[in-house]
């Protein structure tokens, strides 16, 4: 059996720890998202269909994925470091930031499977 979902609703875990949620998110930009965000009342029973979860203090770390959803997304820092430049075969400083994505497993391998 393949869910196939009209929209997708996504919690979001602010720094501050608190909880929000947008509804219908497949067909809108991120700055519509900023600006929808919508407080979650805690035991709501709200459950989006992805998370995105925003940590100031952390470099990288990984997402949990409830029950409930198909992914879960861990954004970090902003980090300074330096990058090379392939181009000019040179260093610079830049500012980096790292996402990690966490899948259910039938996000991957359903299409995997139906592909082939």
Known sequence: VIRQYESVDMDVVLADGSLAYVAGCQSVGLTHIQHSLTKKPPGSGVRGTMCVIFNDHVGSFQPVIRPWQSCAIAIGCLNDTLVYDEWEDSFY??????????CDHRVIDVPWALSG
């Open 93 to 102: 400083q830049g500012t980096t930031v790292a996402v990690t994505m966490s």
